[in-house]
C-alpha cells in the first residue's frame, strides 16, 4: 500500500493466494472483488486523467481528496481496496505486545478495542469503510467513511480498513454481515498494521 503513487497507477497482486482466505472470504469473492472491482477502479481513474498533467502529477492520496467526484471517488476506491487487501493475511498472529499496550491505552483493552471495531461494522448503513487509524498524539481511533472516502492523512495514519460494500460479503454470506466481520477480525494482518503506525 503506497498512498505516494502517482498515474499511471498499476493494480497491485494480492500479497496472498487467492483462495488462501477459505472458507473464511472464498475464492469466488476474493476474485470479484480483486480483479473486478479493485481493478476497475484502477482502470477508471486512469481513464479519468490519462489526458491531465496537472492530476497525473498528484499522489493517490490527494486525490482521494480532491473535490472533483469522479476522480476522488475512484482514487478512494484505488486506495481503500489496497489498504483492505493489505490488512488481511492468511497468517494470522495475535497483536504484539506494543500494539496491545497501544490498544490498552486508547480502549482500556484489546478485548475493548476489537468489540469497537467489530460493532462499528456492524452498524454501518449503506456503502463504507471502518478503519482503525493512529491520531496524531499517537492514540488509535476507531473510524467510519462513506462510500470511497478516505480518512484525512493530515489528522490520521491508517492502520487498516474493512470493507463493508456488499459485494465484499454478499456472495458469500449475503445478509449474514456478522459472520463477514468476524471472518474479516480472524485474518487481520497485526503484523501489517504494526508496521504503519508513526509512533513506535
Ligand atoms: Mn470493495
Not at 49 to 64: F, V, Y
Not at 89 to 111: C, D, V
Not at 127 to 138: D, H, I, K, Q, T
Request: charged residues 25%.
Amino acid at each position: 500500500m503506497d498512498p505516494d503513487k502517482y498515474y499511471p497507477f498499476k493494480a497491485a497482486p494480492l500479497a496472498y493466494d487467492i483462495k488462501a482466505l477459505c472458507p473464511d472470504i472464498s475464492e469466488y469473492t476474493m476474485y470479484f472483488h480483486h480483479d473486478k472491482h479493485y481493478c476497475g477502479y484502477v482502470d477508471k481513474l486512469n481513464g479519468l486523467i490519462k489526458n491531465s498533467p496537472l492530476m497525473q502529477n498528484i499522489p493517490l492520496e490527494g486525490l482521494a481528496m480532491l473535490d472533483d467526484d469522479d476522480i476522488r471517488k475512484n482514487a478512494g476506491g484505488v486506495y481503500n481496496h489496497e489498504m483492505y487487501f493489505s490488512s488481511l493475511t492468511p497468517q494470522y498472529r495475535e497483536p504484539s505486545a506494543k500494539m496491545i499496550k497501544k490498544m490498552n491505552e486508547s480502549f482500556g483493552s484489546a478485548e475493548k478495542m476489537m468489540s469497537s471495531l467489530a460493532g462499528a461494522a456492524m452498524d454501518i448503513t449503506g456503502s463504507g469503510w471502518v478503519w482503525l487509524a493512529e491520531n496524531r498524539n499517537g492514540r488509535l481511533e476507531i473510524l467510519v467513511t462513506k462510500d470511497q472516502d478516505i480518512i484525512d492523512p493530515d489528522k490520521y495514519s491508517p492502520l487498516l480498513n474493512i470493507d463493508l460494500w456488499e459485494h465484499a460479503y454478499y456472495l458469500d454470506r449475503q445478509n449474514r454481515r456478522n459472520e463477514y466481520i468476524q471472518a474479516v477480525m480472524n485474518s487481520i494482518n497485526w503484523i501489517g498494521a504494526e508496521n504503519r503506525m508513526k509512533d513506535i
